[in-house]
């Protein structure tokens, strides 16, 4: 999950000031707070925040054949994401952003390749790096990669109806 407009609130009338970097912060705390509670809510995974970027994974219910339910806990996270950068959007104006979520869906590895006090997530497979490629771009929404729209083509009675209308919104 993408932050899209982090770079602009960098600036301030083109640069970068002390002003606009406490701002920024301020905003990465502010979101990272609310992603952690969110996080909790949905009972997914928080790899890690890489400054204005979220990389969590679903792992529950597990198992290939629950791979449409965690499909489905992916979406309705990336919703409810959405819709809470809206409301904090709306209580602060001073840190509105557009989000831009991508969701793909596979066996994938994340291990902590840092050190002690500096972990660095690497993700071996490529669910995670081609997510990751979804949330970036210009236009603001939930993108699926053909895998997860394969998935929930073939589980239609999984109703998914109304989590494709929380993506077009």
């Known amino acids: 999950a993408n932050l899209m407009d982090f770079n602009s609130i960098l ?11 406490q701002r920024a912060l301020e905003l990465l705390h502010t ?7 969110l996080i909790d809510e949905f009972d997914i995974q928080r790899v890690d925040f890489h400054g204005s970027r979220l990389h969590a994974v679903v792992l529950t ?4 054949h629950n791979e449409p339910e965690r499909i489905r ?3 309705s996270f990336a ?25 793909d869906s596979g066996p994938a590895v994340a291990i ?12 071996i497979g490529s669910p995670a790096n081609h997510a990751a490629k979804l ?3 210009d236009e603001e929404g939930i993108f699926l990669s053909l895998r997860v729209q394969r998935v929930r083509d073939q589980n239609s009675p999984f109703t998914f109806t109304a989590l494709a209308k929380a993506i077009e919104t």
């Open 11 to 21: 600036e301030d009338a083109g640069r970068e000031t002390e002003a606009s970097h």
């Open 31 to 37: 979101h990272y707070s609310a992603c952690d509670t």
């Open 112 to 123: 902590d390749s840092g050190k002690r006090d500096e972990p660095d997530p690497l993700f």
């Open 79 to 103: 919703a409810a994401f959405r819709e809470m950068a809206a409301r904090l959007s709306a209580d602060f104006p001073e840190f509105e952003t557009r989000v831009r979520v991508g969701i």
């Open 61 to 64: 219910p597990e198992g290939e």
């Open 73 to 75: 806990k992916a979406i």
């Open 135 to 137: 949330a970036d771009g």
